[in-house]
């Protein structure tokens, strides 16, 4: 009885520590292996974060991996002796899915580094900047994500009303720049208090959510949108989210003004001049920046440049077949787009310096992969000088080549709102590891 007894217990002893060696074993692995991509990431310089990112606290987190699992941009977050840590913090991009998925609230979100300082505009309680009648609303202020986007659009606009007392028709009350989720609420929010507003957007509506290639759209939390009611998206479509915003804005009779780039504000006496690159002048008496912090693509400022088969994003490159295209660029969204097409076309990729540097390893790798295979031609160190309808120049070091061209796909990165905020003359101060959130 007593030996059958040993021998349960023996049983059940050599079983859990079965489990546990292979628990130590898989840990050690995963320890290898992100130390290993930590390794790579502070190589290719993709280990510093560059804007917004997860802090952990150390003492706090429980390794449960929820941030990891939550992440949908993958190897941001790894597990390293148990314990969560940066991997690749450059690439990500501040949706805050970990800090909402941990079950401790072991991380706050931070922008910026001790070493690193990123430039946020000086922004007052009410959004107002340090130029009177300037407001601020979303990502451009720093906090990232789209509900407080869409918080921060309808606060900024209730502040913008209480200033408003006198009615003028010659002027605007006011103008929102920029129609992602900050702009499309503050719309909505001029919209509930009667006001007289325009709102400009340089591209076209829903700001940077539709312009990155995920097609899901991970939101946490439950966003009161104004005049529309309480909004729950989780891992939603980028398709759905736009249906919805689309909906709320033609229920409520507004036009977004799109495809108007502004290009600068002036103050003239009380009144702003809002300034088109379309060469409008638009009187107004406030302006609200929802810019977000992505910036306007950088054109090459080349002839034909203008010509529709000209673009600076790729949103479906499936629907791209049989074409000759060029894809302008170094970084990995020029890598990305040029590898999209190349099943279903004939693609060239175009860059300016000698070699391609700051990019994902597994882009090179495919890249490498692609011209092996004779399915990508890559042109260094060459300049696309004309654009016209049927064919594109490239200088190279031996001349200039003119190629056979149906589409141009142009991603020389981005003009900073930064520039555009100190034209404006709104202060701005480098901020070095600033918390934006750290409680749910
Ligand atoms: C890859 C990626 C994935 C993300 N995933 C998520 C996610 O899953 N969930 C989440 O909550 N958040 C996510 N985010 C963050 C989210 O997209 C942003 O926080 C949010 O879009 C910010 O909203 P915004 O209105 O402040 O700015 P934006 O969305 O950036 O909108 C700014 C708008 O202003 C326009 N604009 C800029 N300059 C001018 C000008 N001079 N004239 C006229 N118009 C101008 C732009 O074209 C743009 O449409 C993600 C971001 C990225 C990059």
């Given at each position: 009885?007593?030996?059958?007894?040993?021998?349960?217990?023996?049983?059940?002893?050599?079983?859990?520590?079965?489990?546990?060696?292979?628990?130590?074993?898989?840990?050690?692995?995963?320890?290898?292996?992100?130390?290993?991509?930590?390794?790579?990431?502070?190589?290719?310089?993709?280990?510093e974060?560059?804007?917004l990112?997860p802090?952990?606290?150390?003492?706090?987190?429980?390794?449960s991996?929820?941030?990891?699992?939550?992440?949908?941009?993958?190897?941001?977050?790894?597990?390293?002796?148990?314990?969560?840590?940066?991997?690749?913090?450059?690439?990500?991009?501040?949706?805050?899915?970990?800090?909402?998925?941990?079950?401790?609230?072991?991380?706050?979100?931070?922008?910026?580094?001790?070493?690193r300082?990123?430039?946020?505009?000086?922004?007052?309680?009410?959004y107002?900047?340090?130029?009177?009648?300037?407001?601020?609303?979303?990502?451009?202020?720093?906090?990232?994500?789209i509900?407080?986007?869409?918080e921060?659009?309808?606060?900024?606009?209730?502040?913008?009303?209480?200033?408003?007392?006198?009615?003028?028709?010659?002027?605007?009350?006011v103008?929102?720049?920029?129609?992602?989720?900050?702009?499309?609420?503050?719309?909505?929010?001029?919209?509930?208090?009667?006001?007289?507003?325009?709102?400009?957007?340089?591209?076209?509506?829903?700001g940077?959510?539709?312009?990155?290639?995920?097609?899901?759209?991970?939101?946490t939390a439950?966003?009161?949108?104004?005049?529309?009611?309480?909004?729950?998206?989780?891992?939603?479509?980028?398709?759905?989210?736009?249906?919805?915003?689309?909906?709320?804005?033609?229920?409520?009779?507004?036009?977004?003004?799109?495809?108007?780039?502004?290009?600068?504000?002036?103050?003239?006496?009380?009144?702003?001049?809002?300034?088109?690159?379309?060469?409008?002048?638009?009187?107004?008496?406030?302006?609200?920046?929802?810019?977000?912090?992505?910036?306007?693509?950088?054109?090459?400022?080349?002839?034909?440049?203008?010509l529709?088969?000209?673009?600076?994003?790729?949103?479906?490159?499936?629907?791209?077949?049989?074409?000759?295209?060029?894809?302008?660029?170094?970084?990995?969204?020029?890598?990305?787009?040029?590898?999209?097409?190349?099943?279903?076309?004939?693609v060239?990729?175009?860059?300016?310096?000698?070699?391609?540097?700051?990019?994902?390893?597994?882009?090179r790798?495919?890249?490498?992969?692609?011209?092996?295979?004779?399915?990508?031609?890559?042109k260094?160190?060459?300049?696309?000088?004309?654009?016209?309808?049927?064919?594109?120049?490239?200088?190279?070091?031996?001349?200039?080549?003119?190629?056979?061209?149906?589409?141009?796909?142009?991603?020389?990165?981005?003009?900073?709102?930064?520039?555009?905020?100190?034209?404006?003359?709104?202060?701005?101060?480098?901020?070095?590891?600033?918390t934006?959130?750290?409680?749910?």
């Amino acid at each position: 009885m007593i030996l059958e007894q040993i021998i349960i217990y023996a049983s059940v002893l050599l079983l859990v520590l079965i489990v546990l060696w292979f628990y130590i074993r898989l840990q050690k692995k995963t320890s290898k292996k992100t130390a290993e991509k930590i390794e790579i990431a502070k190589q290719i310089g993709m280990h510093e974060p560059v804007s917004l990112h997860p802090v952990i606290d150390l003492g706090t987190c429980i390794k449960s991996g929820a941030c990891i699992e939550a992440c949908p941009e993958k190897d941001i977050i790894g597990i390293v002796h148990g314990r969560a840590s940066l991997v690749n913090a450059a690439e990500c991009v501040g949706h805050g899915a970990c800090f909402h998925a941990c079950p401790v609230e072991a991380i706050s979100l931070v922008i910026g580094t001790e070493k690193r300082g990123v430039d946020l505009p000086h922004v007052s309680e009410n959004y107002e900047t340090n130029v009177q009648g300037i407001y601020i609303a979303g990502e451009l202020g720093g906090m990232g994500l789209i509900k407080n986007s869409v918080e921060q659009g309808e606060q900024a606009m209730n502040s913008i009303a209480l200033t408003l007392t006198k009615k003028n028709s010659d002027s605007y009350d006011v103008v929102i720049i920029g129609a992602g989720p900050a702009g499309i609420s503050a719309s909505l929010t001029a919209k509930k208090h009667g006001l007289k507003f325009l709102t400009l957007e340089q591209d076209s509506l829903g700001g940077t959510v539709f312009n990155f290639p995920r097609s899901k759209v991970v939101m946490t939390a439950p966003v009161e949108l104004p005049l529309h009611g309480k909004v729950r998206l989780f891992d939603t479509s980028k398709a759905e989210l736009l249906a919805l915003w689309n909906e709320a804005l033609s229920k409520n009779g507004i036009t977004i003004q799109e495809h108007t780039k502004v290009e600068g504000i002036q103050l003239d006496g009380d009144i702003f001049r809002v300034m088109t690159a379309k060469g409008e002048e638009i009187k107004t008496k406030n302006v609200l920046l929802a810019i977000g912090r992505r910036g306007s693509p950088r054109k090459l400022g080349v002839p034909g440049e203008g010509l529709e088969k000209v673009a600076y994003r790729l949103l479906e490159p499936e629907l791209v077949i049989g074409k000759n295209v060029v894809v302008v660029g170094g970084g990995d969204s020029a890598i990305e787009a040029a590898l999209s097409l190349v099943e279903q076309n004939t693609v060239v990729l175009s860059y300016r310096s000698d070699a391609f540097s700051r990019v994902k390893p597994k882009n090179r790798e495919k890249l490498d992969t692609a011209i092996a295979e004779g399915k990508i031609e890559v042109k260094l160190k060459s300049n696309v000088v004309k654009i016209d309808k049927e064919l594109v120049e490239l200088a190279e070091t031996g001349g200039t080549q003119a190629l056979k061209n149906d589409l141009v796909y142009i991603f020389a990165g981005g003009e900073l709102p930064t520039q555009f905020l100190q034209k404006t003359g709104v202060e701005i101060k480098k901020r070095f590891g600033y918390t934006v959130k750290k409680h749910r």
